[in-house]
């Protein structure tokens, strides 16, 4: 396998890393006592010659936890009657348990070491999966504990924005202010949005990295 080839396959492109786009609508900002009411996930893939795309798709409409607090703010804003029948919510154990299974299977189709949460403003969304897990009491979460990719920061350096509505724009991608605010919808837009970053990146000549001689350029102030 040459250099290049090698720099086209998922796990060397991060890593080891096998990236997951993760959106949560909630029940307020506090992991910990605020419900988690929907989650999308989407996996990605990357073809022979190192291009990014979506690839799996997961959405589950979620019950809130025991207990879990309701503030009336976040459910105006996201529009979300936690309570709906036709919702067809499951359990967060049930919803995550699909979730990891799927992403289990894609670490080690890819040969990746252990899955990372990709997210627009990433420790929002990683906060909650971690709480829900830790509630549902699951062993074999596949995300690392703490790293992210966050769209959010990408998106400012690559593109000058970090809103993700406005990014999308930039990037010359379309964005409904309409569907915002659904999990399955800003997943789909924040994949589409960082799988963009990365490909451009790669187009620009950013990867693989070329090989360089780092110049030694003195004390700042001191160039001649």
Not at 30 to 38: P, Q, V
Not at 102 to 115: D, E, H, L, S, W
Not at 167 to 177: K, P, Q
Not at 179 to 197: G, N, Q
Request: with cysteine.
């Amino acid at each position: 396998m040459t250099a290049t080839t090698s720099a086209n396959q998922l796990h060397e492109r991060f890593r080891g890393y096998y990236p997951v786009v993760i959106d949560v609508e909630t029940g307020g900002f506090n992991a910990r006592t605020d419900a988690l009411l929907e989650i999308a996930a989407i996996t990605l893939k990357m073809d022979k010659n190192g291009w990014l795309s979506p690839d799996q798709t997961f959405h589950f409409h979620v019950t809130p936890f025991e207990g879990a607090n309701l503030e009336p703010a976040a459910l105006e804003f996201t529009g979300i009657d936690p309570w709906s029948a036709l919702r067809g919510a499951v359990t967060e154990r049930e919803a995550l348990e699909q979730i990891f299974k799927g992403v289990r299977k894609g670490i080690k189709a890819n040969q990746c070491q252990r899955a990372v949460i990709v997210a627009h403003n990433a420790s929002f969304d990683h906060g909650f999966v971690m709480a829900a897990a830790e509630r549902a009491e699951l062993k074999r979460n596949p995300f690392h504990p703490f790293a992210t990719f966050d769209t959010a920061s990408l998106a400012g350096l690559a593109l000058g924005q970090t809103v993700l509505a406005k990014a999308c724009r930039a990037a010359g991608m379309s964005f409904d202010n309409k569907e915002a605010h659904s999990a399955l919808y800003d997943t789909r837009k924040t994949a589409e949005l960082f799988c963009t970053i990365v490909n451009r990146w790669k187009l620009l000549g950013g990867w693989p990295p070329a090989p360089t001689d780092t110049p030694d350029f003195g004390e700042p102030g001191l160039q001649s």
